[in-house]
């Protein structure tokens, strides 16, 4: 019998992610903070000691690493490829039944902004890359004169990104809105000014992220509009 050529082998990852425990940890880890132990295994609904041994799969893996702070020990993704293709699986994956007030609650603010890892998806981040193109400030790929202008009064390390080992500005597909947020090494950037700066904070539902009164006011200044992002700011 005659195998078939294969640039790489991705049966062993596949089959790591397609374990529905460890699929909840990964997907709980996809807004790019480190958590312990115990908080996953409470967001998978497992018990510490399976938790454990399923998070020692993901780090044989490579899927996952470890950051010790002394006793403590925390997991986050290994890096943004990882995210990448759980965000993929996300739009091929159906979406599971809402049952509940609280989950239809919480996928609305899943829906309307949250972090794709470390930059800003749902309506909010096609919102905002809306507001670039249309705004001419980005064009196939790359920053024009006035987004440089832009991003540089908005406080991007713009320069930093561009040295970055991964794609600049590219257009990532949101698995809600089906249409496209930024991604890459610019959206990780903007997205990290905007919670410095308090116009973005996190949710209480995992990966959400609210827009602040300050967030609505300092957007409308820097791209002209009130009609940034939809939902209700908060102070």
Avoid: N
């Avoid at 909010?124 to 202008?149: K, Y």
């Avoid at 390390?157 to 809600?176: H, N």
Wanted: proline share 3%.
């Amino acid at each position: 019998m005659e195998y078939i050529a294969r640039d790489a082998d991705i049966a062993p990852v596949a089959a790591l992610i397609a374990d529905p425990t460890r699929a909840a940890i990964l997907t709980a880890l996809l807004d790019g903070r480190a958590l312990a132990a115990g908080e996953l295994a409470r967001m998978a609904g497992v018990s510490a000691a399976t938790a454990s041994a399923h998070l020692a799969r993901l780090l044989e893996g490579g899927l996952v690493d470890v950051v010790r702070q002394g006793r403590h020990r925390y997991y986050r993704l290994s890096g943004h490829e990882v995210a990448e293709v759980l965000e993929v699986l996300a739009r091929i994956s159906a979406r599971p039944p809402v049952r509940s007030l609280r989950q239809s609650r919480q996928a609305r603010r899943l829906e309307e902004a949250r972090t794709c890892y470390d930059h800003l998806a749902g309506r909010a981040g096609v919102g905002l890359l809306d507001r670039l193109v249309q705004g001419g400030h980005l064009a196939g790929g790359d920053l024009t004169e006035s987004g440089e202008r832009l991003l540089s009064r908005l406080g991007v390390d713009v320069a930093g990104a561009r040295g970055s080992r991964r794609r600049f500005a590219p257009e990532c597909l949101d698995w809600t809105e089906r249409r496209a947020h930024l991604g890459g090494a610019l959206g990780a950037a903007i997205t990290e000014v905007l919670f410095e700066r308090g116009w973005y904070r996190r949710d209480s539902v995992p990966r959400a992220v609210t827009l602040t009164d300050a967030g609505q006011e300092g957007l409308a200044e820097l791209f002209g509009s009130k009609e940034l992002t939809s939902g209700t700011p908060v102070t």
